[in-house]
């Protein structure tokens, strides 16, 4: 009599059919890791602005540099874990449409409130 291994394969993406809504199949374990050292680099370089200050990628200006790499770096992580860990790209489209739309209805009232109080002009608030 033979018997059948019960254990899944591990190479195989998880089938959409298990998957409510999903456009594509859910990755392995390997991409998570390997998204979780790509924002782990990132923290590193932001620990380094503030381990590194003179460093010459964001010591120009009056902190003009240091405020735009740490700004660039803050989107880039977000976008990372907002379409990786928060599964947008398998969901359905009008989901993702919503998200986007979400964040920048938020985008814009930030801008909104600092117009508001003026803090776009140094010396005038």
Known sequence: METQSVEPDRSKTIPTGFLDGARRNYPREVEYVLVALFLAVLTGIE???????????????????????????????????????????????????????????????YVAIMSMFLLWFPGRH
């Open 47 to 109: 620990i380094a602005t503030y381990a590194a200050p003179g460093f010459p990628v964001w010591s120009w200006g009056d902190k003009a540099g240091l405020i735009t790499v740490l700004l660039v770096l803050m989107a880039v992580k977000f976008w990372t874990v907002a379409y990786f860990f928060m599964h947008l790209r398998f969901d359905k489209p009008l989901l993702t449409r919503v998200f986007y739309t979400g964040v920048v209805l938020a985008g814009l009232v």
